[in-house]
């Protein structure tokens, strides 16, 4: 089964490190946020970031998706990481490097063992070559699976390929995380875009993940939200067409028809599950942005 429409145009790392920039997050429309105690830790600060971070997923970001990125569970830190965020009222938690079910049983595992909501998710970042073919086992390694977000600045290092505009070296990559995702029903978010001053190649970038089939992207600053939030949402016409879509396959349908014309487009029930998914999506975004503009009022 698909997952229920959430908005994840736009999900920013945040440094747990950084008290000022996890209180400015309160103010930003991201759709969600990545509170970070791996790459965006030095290794004498992983302690207070942790406690940062839990302060801050207690504190709340109104209906926006938090996740915790927590270190590796082979560091000095990742257990603690874990527990810590697992009553600590995020969303989810964020593993680094995932490369095989085991890994996410373990994880489930010991979220259970420290008292973590059902709700919880576990959220796997897919950034080498062994996390790549073995995508689909992964997909499937637990109930409590939330997503995919995709780390393709450490998979090209890994690859030794070139991190292209188009992205083909690593494709292949991109598309067997997608078909696993989809397979077990879970979201997938793209990775990052590091030129911070290329404007143009940073809307070209999420217009290929859309294309792709991603449900949003990864930010590392604020000023790129804007570009992400507008590009992976449904349009204004794209959500008028979905909704005729709807009514008129109703309506035949009430006729004992399976299949209608609309515009000269021949409409089956499989464009009205998209339809139906575009418009649960931008009713979703506009429940968001509602309660963003009321926590800022």
């Known amino acids: 089964m698909a997952a229920p429409a959430r908005p994840r145009r736009s999900v920013l790392y945040m440094p747990g490190s950084n008290t000022r920039a996890l209180e400015k997050a309160k103010t930003l429309a991201a759709d969600g946020l990545i509170l970070d105690l791996e790459d965006a830790v030095a290794p004498d600060a992983k302690v207070q970031a942790r406690a940062n971070v839990v302060d801050a997923a207690a504190a709340g970001y109104g209906k926006r998706e938090v996740l915790i990125r927590i270190n590796g569970l082979n560091t000095p830190w990742g257990y603690a990481d874990l527990q810590a965020a697992a009553t600590s009222g995020c969303d989810g938690v964020l593993l680094p490097k995932v490369e095989s079910a085991d890994t996410v049983r373990q994880v489930e595992t ?7 909501p059902e709700h919880t998710r576990i959220w796997c970042m897919m950034e080498t070559p062994r996390g790549m073919l073995r995508a689909e086992e992964i997909a499937g390694a637990s109930a409590r699976l939330g997503g995919f977000v995709m780390g393709t600045s450490d998979l090209a290092k890994d690859l030794h390929c070139l991190h ?3 992205r083909l070296p690593m494709i292949t990559a991109l598309g067997l995380c997608l078909l ?3 397979a077990h029903g879970l979201a997938i978010i793209d990775g990052v875009y590091l030129d911070l001053n290329d404007d143009a190649g940073f809307e070209d970038a999420c217009r290929q993940g859309l294309e792709l089939g991603f449900d949003g992207k990864t930010l590392i600053h604020p000023k790129t939200v804007a570009t992400a939030n507008r590009v992976f949402a449904p349009g204004e016409d794209a959500v008028a067409w979905a909704r005729r879509i709807i009514e008129a ?3 035949a349908s009430r006729a004992g028809q399976g299949v209608v014309v609309v515009d000269g487009k021949l409409i089956e029930n499989l464009h009205v599950e998209d339809a139906r998914r575009q418009v649960a999506l931008a009713e979703a975004i506009a429940g968001l942005e509602a309660d963003l503009a009321r926590t800022d009022a």
């Open 164 to 166: 292209t505009p188009m």
């Open 110 to 116: 010991l979220l259970a063992a420290h008292g973590a």
């Open 249 to 251: 396959h109703a309506e």
């Open 180 to 182: 696993a995702a989809r």
